[in-house]
């Protein structure tokens, strides 16, 4: 009011008042004098009160009634002008406050009057209007006065006055009201108001206040009047309508609820004015039934009345609306009248004000609750929420199923189509053409009934229209359509308005719940009692409100979904089918959020029954959950409500035509657009409200599969559906309208299944199991036909387990149980699924980084990886390439982190079996090859047995070559590791074993493992060595000989990490195990040729039978043993039973060597020297692996001793030293006692004594398959004698030297097929040993030595020596025989290179190398023992002297010319060294039998009956001669000389030897004797020589000598008479000839010889010389002269030289004499 109080407004207050009061005094003046004289009065009065007062409008107040006084006597005028200028004058006093009450009932009289004058109508009631709003003076009588002046003036005939009184009325009234509220404002801190109860009966109004007195009047005879009964208050109302009674009845009601809430009284009204009046007016609406003709009913029925019926039903609302809580039981009979106003019999306009009520109500959820508390929970109560809704339900049901037909209205409008509300288009009339086209309008079509769908109001707004007409008298005609879409909008507010609430509701629960539980959960204690006391309350209400939600969904799902379901059927617009759907869907996840599981079943299958074609065959839908639904009439409380099932014809476009999914299908299906949204709708359920399905997920899931199914969507990687070619049947028929929708839908699919990481665990399983459950079915349909499979389930379990990953766990097991199946199943496609879902879950479950990491969570890895090795019990092969691939990828992208997987994993590989086809095997084999190259270091320890296994297991799989070889490459590789990470694997197993040891006693089970005392590690080699040891006798050679050599080469490198123990397990469980299997392969071997080796591969003749194939890896196992043998011997040997092994070891080289296999034989014998080169343990133990020495030089053997050679470097050998170093350091290598050791070597005596003899006796019969061992074999036999014997010298005795030289002999005298001579035999010509000759002569030699430097009783064995070395010799002139074999000599043997196969000749050795070089060998040992006891006493002189007799005789009849010259040579020698010896001896008469034996062998030799060949030069001759000359000089030198210590008769031969020697034999035929001399000329002169030189020994020392002298001189002489008279005779026949030259010669020589023996004579002592010698001399005399008439100059010369020294006997004859006697 500021604006009226400042002192301008006061100012100009006064100055109006003035101007008025004058205005009006000049009006007055001429005819109302006293009015004038009032005015001016007035204005002295003015003036007077604002000159004293300082308050001016106070005063002004206070003296208000002086003051309107002018005024109002004005208006008594009734003169127009003045009235009017009055009654402005009084408002502006009005307005400014200045009236007081008693000026105001002044006032209102004079208005009085002037209404009752019908004068200035519109300005009284603007007067009325100022002076009531503007202040709070009127009241009581004054009040209900101005009040009915109002309505007096209503009711007057002018519309103008009419309607501005009406609005006044309203005003007032609502004024009226105001001042109420602000009173009770006032006084409310003084005395709150009491909120009043709804039964309170009180009826006095003494209590009220002023201005609460007024409005109850007012109110109270506002009930009166349109009840048309007298007012009590507003005395003087003439006449009054009931509609402008209820308008204000309702506007009262609708904005002043507080005062009936607040005051008893009002409350009271309510109850018992109101409500019971609405009630009564109602009636004629309840018993009107449309249609029934009045002449039936006893009383006449008065026909409602739609204006006030559409009155009366506002009141309701706001009624219902405001004051529900105090009128429970009249809201209900409102309720249950405005349910039957919607009756089919009641008239179209009041079905529609009556829908358009319920849509009032239906926007009010929080209403709509109470109700249902109120009504539907309580016992004996009317369901007044469930009728509401079945209500609208049935009317839309019958709005369909009754054409309105009864309705004048809709008569008479179709004839005026312009009549007012929205224009209908008749029914026939929904295609509308425009332009050619045919565009529909929105509508419901069902069984032919056709309702548009009008746009009424906006979503949750309840705007209506009829209810609005208020100045409607005549029912309105309703637009066909409109009651369809108040109802439909009425459901769709309904859900949203329910749903938004109790899901608001919900949601405050639950976070309540939430903050509840957090504080509960961390309180302090004083607290505790207090917040325990909440949550309880909390879960009370909780619970009440849960029960109110779920009887709210109990009460109205029915109905809501008959009502839908048939509005979905019926629609035709999809922004109406949209809104249905959303409706559905909200609802069906309300129910689910609730947990009412056939409500929301129920909805979510109207949803699915929508999706589909009409009447498709899908078995979930026609279930048990829908048959409850399906068909069946709800009866709710005596109305019948209809299931309306969907009905066939459709009016929708057609976009999509496929199969239906079924096991036969019965030609195509189509779906429509609708279908389509339905399934959007559904895809969006799934999504959104996934956690409340539950079971539903079934009904969801198997739609969803049929319609992909029909759209054709097939999955693609990762499980996301993608359009597809359908595969089989008429191609399924896609618009493009509904192409471009596929990848949205297929997106939304995926993204229904990603959304799935959202829900909790339960639901999550809920869904799990329908998908599970839906490809059971799956499967069952695609089982005994190869037609495509729905493999919807199969690619959504696996994309759901991939957006699951952070919580695998709980849905592992289902999940991958299920797929393990799929994987079984007999459809390929199927089962391919199956496995990509299964390897591809397994797959990124590994790589998923989980919470905590699988590396510190084994029991989720093993979880993972555990389908992997299920999948190994399925059969299919494309299944098991799945499974291998993904263990592959695993391999590649996880292989670091598999821990304890690994076993699972190497199972994997390890279960392909040798019939699963080479692209599996191959597979698998890549996942070995990628362990072994990568993952070894990081897999525990306890696996590498099993990676051994696996790869010991692909080495046995026969389906390709190459990988089994690859495979043994693998195991030489892990051994590699193990070798290299020996130490920290050694660690973690011994942990470990220490680990399962102590749970094995826990338990009181023993612990089960292989080779159980062995240390673990141990363990692991050994379960290396056993499986390479399978693969040894595999029936691929090329298999066992390179696991063979692995094998070798590994016990080889690495045994030395093996505990000393160990090795037992090694010898006697690996390599004995491995060589009895093997020589049992090798003896039962099939002999059968194989013609090829698979494919075009040829076979070597070597290999080409099974047995030749098993002999290689026979040689190759020995070999290897054998060479561990020797390499570890310093740790065998310590071993216990070490020389039960090598017998063990001698039986298989035995076995071997006698095997009639070249090839084995040979190679038996090679491990035998190589086992026997073994020195005696190390002592040195830092050097373990020195080579192995043997004292003596040992020949070259055949070959390297080192078996095959395998083409691995073993580098490290410097590691194995040092890793040797625990051996030595902690049990240095037992020297064992030398006792065992020969032990050990006799028996490898024994065994090479047993091959020898058994391997050279000659078979006793021979045919072309006759075995007869080769040579390098029995060189190599041979040669193992010399290092063999340095072990057993000490023992080795006469009967062993006996058995050796056998076997020497025996060796020797083998002869060799005719196929091998060009390879053993040099060129016939060439003197060369074969290697077995040598080897034998080695085996002689290392004897002799031996024997040389041992001691006395070793020394007896020289003559045996000596034995076997001359029966050699005799070789030279006399080859041995094998048996009965026949032999051919070499150059006669043909050599069969072109006739491969045909038997072989046997040929035998050219043995004269061997022999001479045995006789050298004699020779020198001879040299070096001829004084020797042994030797002499054995006579090995004579036996010498004999062996060489034989050569010597046969001279040029020998097979070699060189044989008796090597032969005369080595007698010079041998006697050069014996006959000092043998004249030593010559006593004891041990030479006795040499001396004959001796002279027939010169005799023999130089005299040799056999003849010289043609074809020799005269070199050559001469060289023999010289041969001859140096016998004879041995005879001057070694034994002439020595002639008393020899036997006489021994002499005696030898001078007559000589003698025959020095004399030419005179031949009778004339060549012959030229030939003689031609041969013997050096000869003869030599023997003359010897003659002579020993005519004169000047040593005569005894009898004997001289006898000698004498004796050759003699011969001598007469030799030189015979030579000379042959001469002479022979010249002298010849005449003129020349003699021959030899002859000439000849006697050239005896001239010489002459001479020289004068010369001789005289130098000797003349008593040495015999008188009978001289007179010999000088008788040559004469013949000498009579060979001067010779004509060769030469003879001359040698006779003037022979004549010379005769001067010296020219002497006297006396001094003869004297000479004579002295």
Known sequence: MSGTNSPEAVKKLLENMQSDLRALSLECKKKFPPVKEAAESGIIKVKTIAARNTEILAALKENSSEVVQPFLMGCGTKEPKITQLCLAAIQRLMSHEVVSETAAGNIINMLWQLMENSLEELKLLQTVLVLLTTNTVVHDEALSKAIVLCFRLHFTKDNITNNTAAATVRQVVTVVFERMVAEDERHKDIQPPVLVQGNSNRRSVSTLKPCAKDAYMLFQDLCQLVNADAPYWLVGMTEMTRTFGLELLESVLNDFPQVFLQHQEFSFLLKERVCPLVIKLFSPNIKFRQGSSTSSSPAPVEKPYFPICMRLLRVVSVLIKQFYSLLVT????????????????????????????????????????????????????????????????????????????????????????????????????????????????????????????????????????????????????????????????????????????????????????????????????????????????????????????????????????????????????????????????????????????????????????????????????????????????????????????????????????????????????????????????????????????????????????????????????????????????????????????????????????????????????????????????????????????????????????????????????????????????PNSRMREWGAEALTSLIKAGLTFTHEPPLSQNQRLQLLLLNPLK????????????????????????????????????????????????????????QCLQL?????????????????????????????????SLTSIGLLWNISDYFFQRGETIEKELNREEAAQQKQAEEKGVALHRPFHPAPPFDCLWLCLYAKLGELCVDPRPAVRKSAGQTLFSTVGAHGTLLQHSTWHTVIWKVLFHLLDR????????????????????????????????????????????????????????????????????????????????NEVSLAALKSFQEILQIVSPVRDSDKPETPPVVNVPVPVLIGSISGPGLNRPFLRTDSIGERL???????????????????????????????????????????????????????????????????IKTGFNMDDLQKLGVILHSAVSVPISSDASPFILPSYTEAVLTSLQEAVLTALDVLQKAICVGPDNMQIMYPAIFDQLLAFVEFSCKPPQYGQLETKHIANAKYNQIQLFAPAEWVALNYVPFAERSLEVVVDLYQKTACHKAVVNEKVLQNIIKTLRVPLSLKYSCPSESTWKLAVSSLLKVLSIGLPVARQHAASGKFDSMWPELANTFEDFLFTKSIPPDNLSIQEFQRNESIDVEVVQLISTEILPYANFIPKEFVGQIMTMLNKGSIHSQSSSFTEAEIDIRLREEFSKMCFETLLQFSFSNKVTTPQEGYISRMALSVLLKRSQDVLHRYIEDERLSGKCPLPRQQVTEIIFVLKAVSTLIDSLKKTQPENVDGNTWAQVIALYPTLVECITCSSSEVCSALKEALVPFKDFMQPPASKVQNGES
């Open 931 to 963: 362990v072994v190259t990568d993952f070894l270091p990081t897999m525990p320890c306890t696996c590498l047995q099993i990676v051994v296994d696996v790869a010991g297991s692909f080495g046995l799989h026969n389906q390709e070559l190459n990988i």
């Open 1221 to 1287: 170093g625990r051996y030595s350091s902690s049990e240095p290598p037992i020297v064992t006692d030398e006792l065992e050791d020969s032990n050990l070597w006799w028996a490898a005596w024994n065994t090479w004594y047993r091959i020898g003899s058994e391997s050279t006796k000659p078979p006793i019969t021979f045919d072309k398959l006759t075995f007869i061992p080769s040579q390098p074999f029995l060189t190599a036999l041979i040669q193992i004698f010399p290092a063999l014997y340095q072990h």
């Open 1078 to 1157: 093997v020589r049992e392969s090798s003896t039962t071997a099939d002999k059968e040729k194989i013609e090829s080796g698979g494919g075009n591969i040829l076979i070597h003749h070597s290999r080409d039978t099974a047995e030749k194939q098993w002999a290689e890896t026979w040689v190759l196992t020995l070999a290897g043993v054998a060479r561990i043998f020797n390499t570890r011997r310093y740790l065998l040997q310590p071993l216990g039973d070490f020389s039960r092994a090598w017998d063990v070891l001698l039986d298989h080289i035995q076995s071997a060597a006698l095997s009639k296999n």
């Open 870 to 925: 299920e999948m190994s019990n399925i059969n299919h092969p494309d299944i098991r390439l799945k499974q291998l691939e993904c263990v592959l990828q695993i391999l590649q992208s996880q292989g670091d982190s598999l821990g304890p997987g690994w076993p699972l994993v190497l199972g994997v590989m390890g279960a392909i079996r040798n019939d699963q086809g080479e692209s599996l095997i191959r597979t698998a084999f």
């Open 330 to 825: 009249e809201c209900e009979i409102f309720l249950s009248l405005l349910v039957k106003f919607l009756d089919a019999d009641k008239p179209q306009w009041l079905r529609a004000v009556a829908v358009e009520s319920i849509h009032r109500l239906c926007v009010q959820p929080q209403l709509l609750r109470s109700f249902c508390q109120s009504y539907d929970m309580k016992q004996h109560s009317t369901k007044v929420f469930r009728d509401i809704v079945n209500a609208l339900g049935s009317f839309i049901q019958s709005l369909f199923l009754v054409p309105p037909t009864g309705n004048p209205a809709t008569a008479n409008q179709a004839g005026n189509n312009n009549s007012s509300g929205p224009v209908s288009a008749p029914a026939n009339s929904g295609m509308v053409g425009i332009g050619g086209g045919v565009t529909l309008l929105p509508a419901f079509e069902y069984r032919g009934t056709w309702i548009p769908i009008l746009s009424i109001t906006v979503q949750g707004s309840a705007k209506a229209t009829y209810l609005e007409m208020l100045d409607k008298v005549e029912p309105p005609t309703i637009p066909e359509g409109y009651a369809m879409s108040v109802a439909f909008h009425c459901l769709l507010d309904l859900v949203r308005g329910i749903t938004s609430m109790i899901e608001g509701e919900l949601g405050e629960a639950e976070t309540e719940d939430h903050t509840i539980t957090e504080e509960a959960s961390s309180p302090t204690q004083s607290s505790e009692q207090q917040d325990l006391q909440s949550t309880s309350d909390q879960v009370d209400k909780e619970t009440v409100s849960r029960a109110v939600w779920e009887e709210m969904v109990n009460a109205c799902w029915c109905g809501l979904l008959a009502a839908l379901s048939l509005l979905l059927d019926a629609s035709t617009d999809e922004a109406a089918t949209e809104n249905i759907l959303k409706a559905e869907l909200t609802m069906a996840a309300l129910c689910g959020r609730l947990g009412l599981v056939t409500s929301r079943d129920a909805f979510i299958t109207a949803i699915c029954k929508g999706s589909l074609p009409p009447h498709y065959a899908l078995t979930v839908l026609n279930a048990t959950t829908a048959a409850t639904l399906s068909n069946k009439s709800y009866s709710i409380q005596g109305q019948s409500v209809m299931m309306i099932s969907p009905s066939s014809e459709s009016h929708q476009q057609v976009v999509a035509v496929g199969q239906p999914l079924a096991v036969q299908p019965q030609g195509t299906v189509m779906l429509t657009s609708k279908n389509i949204q339905c399934m959007r709708t559904l895809l969006n359920l799934a999504h959104c409200h996934g956690a409340v399905l539950g079971t539903s997920w079934q009904l969801v899931l198997a739609t969803l599969q049929h319609l992909v199914w029909i759209l054709g969507l097939k999955p693609s990687s990762g499980g996301a559906l993608k359009p597809g070619r359908a595969v089989e049947g008429p191609s399924t028929v896609l618009t493009t309208a509904v192409m471009t929708d596929l990848p949205v839908i297929s997106n939304i699919l995926s993204r229904l299944f990603e959304s799935s990481q959202y829900l909790d665990d339960v639901s999550l399983h809920h869904l799990i199991n329908a998908l599970c459950s839906l490809s059971l079915e799956a499967m069952d349909m695609a089982y005994g036909n190869n037609k495509e499979p729905s493999l919807f389930a199969v690619a959504k379990l696996l994309e759901t387990g991939l957006v699951n990953m952070h919580r695998i766990e709980i849905l592992w097991r289902p999940l991958t149980g299920h797929l393990l199946e799929v994987c079984q199943h």
